[in-house]
């Protein structure tokens, strides 16, 4: 006999609800990922702003502390801008205009002799030649990418307003969403979720902002000394791509080496160099900016970073390292929950 089983009902329209909203959040992931970029953002300025809100004891409120702490900022990226971005854009348009004449020049090397070395460097000068030959036809499409993320530059103003409130509001949110629950396991559970994914984006977004500047400076410093062409603009590439996990350094390296043989430079200093400075920045300093809450097995963060890719192209590579360590907190939360829940029954 048919009958009405609530219990029945009740799940079914809990998953059409997750569904639904799955389904919005797939509609606004963009608004989303500016939100999230915010957020990231303000966990960057909370030392900062920590360290001032300290300095005014007083106040009752951290305004003041980040109001200056936002001046401090937009003044130092506005020297850097000036001292290295005016650098970074000549050396990329003196690359666009040498490019074609630096490929014609692999294309058709002088006459060499015919012993190992040779061969190796005409190997790569032909693998070179037609990846170049691939990028130039690609080009136009690159130019219209770069036209889109222009047109979005209204960001670089949203992002540090979005993070403001983020960092002023920050403790008012934590309550609303604590107020969901009444007082119990899970209200304590949720509070306990919420403190171990807040210490976490604070260790990995320092360590990456770490990362990435301890990149560029070691590349600027490097390259610097061997008189590398287009020095800063490489090192601003690496220390840029350092923020995508794994396939990020890994274009870098790329990119310097097809750069390096392109103008004529010796790859050997050069290749031992990237290969210890990888070493030290992946094994040694990392882990350690890291700390043991991000420490993923490097099969899930491929998984991971392949399936960002897919799913949601550079933004779900970029996220895809956070996101994982935090399912991995929730799991290791409810599991722990689950745990003392059983111990107290017995």
Do not use: C
Not at 102 to 108: F, G, L, N, R, T
Not at 109 to 136: G, K, N, W, Y
Not at 157 to 172: Q, R, W
Not at 260 to 266: D, H, I, P, T, Y
């Amino acid at each position: 006999m048919l009958g009405f089983d609530k219990r029945a009902a009740r799940s079914t329209w809990t998953a059409a609800l997750v569904l639904l909203l799955l389904y919005v959040v797939y509609l606004a992931r963009k608004t989303l990922f500016v939100f999230t970029l915010a957020l990231l953002f303000a966990y960057v300025l909370a030392p900062l702003v920590n360290l001032l809100d300290r300095i005014f004891p007083a106040r009752r409120t951290r305004t003041a502390a980040l109001a200056l702490a936002f001046v401090i900022v937009v003044a130092i990226v506005g020297a850097l801008g000036y001292l290295l971005g005016v650098r970074v854009v000549d050396e990329a348009s003196v690359l666009a205009l040498r490019f074609p004449t630096m490929v014609e020049s692999w294309q058709h090397p002088p006459p060499s002799d015919h012993s190992m070395r040779a061969q190796i460097a005409e190997r790569v000068r032909s693998e070179v030649a037609t990846r170049s030959q691939s990028l130039i036809s690609e080009l136009p499409q690159y130019g219209l990418q770069l036209l889109g993320v222009a047109s979005n530059l209204i960001y670089v103003v949203i992002i540090p307003v979005l993070a403001f409130f983020f960092l002023k509001d920050a403790t008012t949110m934590r309550g609303h969403f604590l107020d969901l629950l009444e007082e119990g396991p899970r209200r304590a559970l949720l509070d306990d979720v919420i403190s171990d994914v807040n210490l976490l984006l604070a260790h990995y977004m320092r360590a990456l902002f770490l990362l990435s500047a301890a990149a560029f400076a070691t590349y600027a410093i490097f390259f610097s000394v061997m008189r590398m062409p287009y020095a800063i603009l490489l090192a601003a590439v690496g220390g840029l791509l350092e923020f995508i996990p794994m396939l990020g350094p890994v274009t870098a390296i790329a990119l310097i080496l097809i750069v390096a043989s392109l103008a004529g430079v010796n790859l050997v200093p050069i290749v031992v160099f990237v290969v210890l400075f990888r070493v030290i920045q992946d094994y040694v300093v990392s882990p350690h900016l890291m700390g043991r809450g991000v420490q993923l097995h490097p099969l899930l963060v491929l998984f991971g970073v392949f399936a960002g890719a897919e799913i949601a192209g550079i933004q779900g590579t970029f996220l895809s390292v956070p996101v994982l360590a935090m399912v991995r907190i929730v799991y290791l939360r409810i599991r722990k929950a689950r745990l003392s829940a059983r111990q107290a029954t017995a």
